[in-house]
Structure formats: structure tokens, C-alpha cells
């Protein structure tokens, strides 16, 4: 054999050889052999946090003065305060009168107090303006309201009285029992007697 056949066959024969070892792998897969998987690269997919749930919204309020707390404060009536009257003014017979919350809830003193005069008939007049409901005088437990009470100056038609009587305007039909007060040689005078609205200081009481 000459040289030049003999190297042939030598490559030839380690060509096949190569050949062999590159499939070796693939055959040792195919009958069940151990592969080491390729470990995977960091994720691309994003991280950003979940946004967070919205924060409820605050409920609303209803329109209109005041505040949800005042819908449940009643007017007054004589059964939730007690009363008073001192005399202010002996010359127009004018009398500071008084009432006082003496119950455990708020309550509001509305316009003007309904004042009889003995066993006169009729009731005082309104003097002044009072404020609408929602705006009316509110009383906490102890705290007090006041008004001015004039039967006038001696003219010569009125009479005299001891007492008068009192009653809440609760805007509404209930009983209410009278309260009464003392008020020594008060004198009514027929067409100049008023009252005016519960106020909350002694000043405008007496000077409305």
C-alpha cells in the first residue's frame, strides 16, 4: 500500500471516529441519560409593585347649616327646663326671665316664650325677631336661655298680677304643663306688654 493511500485511511478512519464522539450525546439522551440544563437568565418581566387600593371617600354632608349631630335636638318644652323671673325694672314692670336645660340632652330654645298673666286673658306679645329653628338657641344640660318680659308703665287701663305662666314654643302640638313664677304688683298694661326671644346673655334679654 502506498504512503499516499495509507494516510487516506488514517484520516478516513479518524474522521469517523469524530463523527462518533459528536453524536455520543445525543444517543446517551435518547436512552435516558443525565442532561444539565442551561440555568435561565434574570426574568425581563416587570416588577413594579400592585398600585395600591383607593383610600373610601369621606361621606358627604347634607347641605344646610348645621351639623349632622344638631338633627337629633328637640325644642325645649317646660318638661326639660325649669324657670324663673326677677324683676328688672319696677317703672315699666319689666322682668329678666330664665330657664335652665335640667335634662341630659341638648335641646333648643325656639323664638319666644308664651308668658300668660294671672287670670288675665291673652299672652304677652312678641317683641323682636327670633331666629328659624335650625338656627335657634341651643342648650346643653345646665346652660340657660333668657328674655325680657315688659307688662309696661302704669297707664291707668292695665291691672296688677302676682304670677305669670310660662310654656316652651316647641312648634308643635304637644301638652305641655305651664311653669309659673312670682311676680309681686306686675303691671300689665293692655296694649304695650311684650316679651322677647330667648337670647343666650342677660344684656340683649333687656335690651331688645
Given amino acids: ?15 469517523a471516529a469524530l463523527a462518533l464522539t459528536a453524536c455520543g450525546p445525543a444517543e446517551d439522551d435518547s436512552a435516558g441519560g443525565t442532561v444539565t440544563a442551561t440555568p435561565a437568565g434574570p426574568s425581563t418581566a416587570s ?3 400592585p398600585s395600591k387600593p383607593s383610600k373610601p371617600s369621606a361621606p358627604s354632608t347634607p347641605s344646610g347649616g348645621g351639623s349632622s349631630a344638631d338633627y337629633d335636638v328637640f325644642p325645649c318644652s ?12 319696677p317703672t315699666t314692670s319689666s322682668y329678666l326671665l330664665k330657664v335652665t336645660n ?8 325656639l323664638g319666644h316664650p308664651v308668658v300668660t298673666f294671672g287670670d288675665l286673658d291673652g299672652a304677652a306679645t ?3 325677631a327670633a331666629p328659624g329653628i335650625e338656627d335657634a338657641l341651643r342648650l346643653e344640660p345646665g346652660e340657660s336661655a333668657y328674655a325680657g318680659l315688659m307688662g309696661g308703665a ?7 298680677v302676682g304670677s305669670i305662666a310660662m310654656t316652651m314654643n ?12 312670682s311676680t309681686p304688683n306686675l303691671y300689665v298694661a293692655p296694649d304695650i306688654n311684650s316679651v322677647t326671644p330667648w ?10
Avoid at 500500500?1 to 474522521?15: E, G, K, N, Q
Avoid at 335640667?102 to 330654645?109: E, I, L, P, V
Avoid at 316647641?170 to 313664677?181: C, N
Fill in 1 to 15: 500500500m502506498s504512503t499516499v493511500r495509507r494516510a487516506a485511511l488514517v484520516l478516513t478512519t479518524l474522521s
Fill in 47 to 49: 416588577s413594579e409593585p
Fill in 78 to 89: 317646660t318638661f326639660d327646663v325649669t324657670f324663673t323671673a326677677s324683676l328688672a325694672e
Fill in 102 to 109: 335640667k335634662g341630659t340632652k341638648a335641646c333648643r330654645a
Fill in 126 to 128: 312678641e317683641r323682636g
Fill in 154 to 160: 302704669d297707664d291707668g287701663k292695665g291691672r296688677t
Fill in 170 to 181: 316647641t312648634e308643635s302640638d304637644l301638652e305641655q304643663t305651664p311653669l309659673t313664677a
Fill in 199 to 208: 337670647v343666650n346673655n342677660v344684656e340683649d334679654a333687656l335690651s331688645l
